[in-house]
């Protein structure tokens, strides 16, 4: 008879022969499956290599072209803008320092003058400072001949007020004084709504506003229509503005881009969304001289722009 020793040998022997399929089978497909695993990480590394090599060959020519760019845009410019002058509006702390310089550096090589550089602070645009200003810009003291819009929008009459005392009428009357300049900026550097770069600042032919990155948050276009309605006044009162800045200012919440979207606001004030490179400076600045013309346009990078204003003799 088959005692319980034979059964438990047999299912022993059993279980053991299960066991040694299982891992005679599994090695051979460990084997396949690693062998294959390996040759993908091979193909991976090979694959990773190449467009290290793609980018770093993209990024030395991305700088050979802005290396170009800068030492040409000199030439493009040159005397573009002789006889007048200029003033450079800095619509906020974001705006880049490196491109401030750059831009004033080929506003020179165009022959303007600068007549100085002007920062509006976050201030300028916060509803919460409203009422301060509609109570200085209609108060008394404000310069003789100085005549405000029949409105209670405070954007509005301030960016009237900073168009009559910082432009030179492109034609007719005369040029705002020295004085009347000097007092309207000093009551609105109180406020703390703009400081100057440049000390003592003198009425332009032109405004050339250099922006940064949108706003955010739920005034964000509150914000921005003040920036407009200042971009239109300066147009509106002088020979030309321009308002120039980098991709970010050409997305929503971003100045470009409201700008472009005010049907008339697109018709007067030219823009340019890629400052940050030396084109979009000369872009700038030929737009600047289009202006003289009343040519009007967008200028840079993507959708519904042009890369430069056409070059006038």
């Not at 005692?3 to 891992?23: E, K």
């Not at 310089?101 to 303007?112: D, E, I, K, Y």
């Not at 980098?246 to 919440?253: D, I, L, Y």
């Amino acid at each position: 008879m088959i005692d319980f020793r034979y059964h438990l040998v047999s299912l022993i022997a059993v279980f053991l022969a299960v066991a040694l399929g299982i891992v005679i089978g599994t090695t051979q497909l460990n084997g396949r499956v690693l062998d294959g695993l390996e040759a993908q990480v091979g193909t991976l590394s090979e694959e990773k290599d190449a467009l290290e090599a793609q980018t770093e060959s993209l990024t030395d020519q991305l700088t050979q072209d802005d290396a170009y760019d800068d030492a040409v845009a000199p030439l493009i410019v040159a005397n573009r803008l002789v006889g007048a002058s200029v003033l450079l509006v800095v619509s906020s702390d974001e705006v880049n320092a490196e491109v401030v310089g750059q831009t004033t550096t080929l506003l020179q090589a165009a022959g303007a003058e600068l007549s100085g550089t002007l920062r509006l602070q976050p201030d300028f645009t916060d509803l919460q400072t409203a009422p301060e200003l509609q109570e200085y810009v209609t108060g008394v003291g404000l310069p003789a001949g100085v005549i405000l819009p029949q409105t209670d929008d405070t954007p509005a009459l301030v960016a009237s007020l900073m168009a009559q005392v910082l432009m030179q009428p492109a034609e007719g009357d005369s040029a705002p004084s020295q004085a009347s300049t000097t007092s309207v900026l000093a009551g609105l550097a109180a406020l703390g709504v703009v400081t100057s770069d440049s000390g003592e600042i003198d009425s332009a032919d032109y405004a050339l506003i250099l922006t940064g990155e949108g706003f955010t948050g739920e005034d964000a276009e509150t914000r921005n229509q003040a920036l407009v309605a200042l971009a239109v006044a300066l147009d509106s009162a002088g020979s030309g503005a321009v308002v120039a800045g980098t991709a970010a200012s050409a997305v929503e919440g971003g100045l470009v881009a409201a700008l472009r979207g005010d049907p008339s606001a697109a018709t007067s004030v030219s823009t340019v969304n890629n400052v940050d490179v030396g084109s979009g400076q000369v872009a700038a600045l030929l737009a600047l001289t289009a202006e003289r013309t009343g040519q009007s346009g967008s200028y840079g990078v993507g959708e519904g722009t042009v890369p430069l204003p056409p070059l006038a003799p």
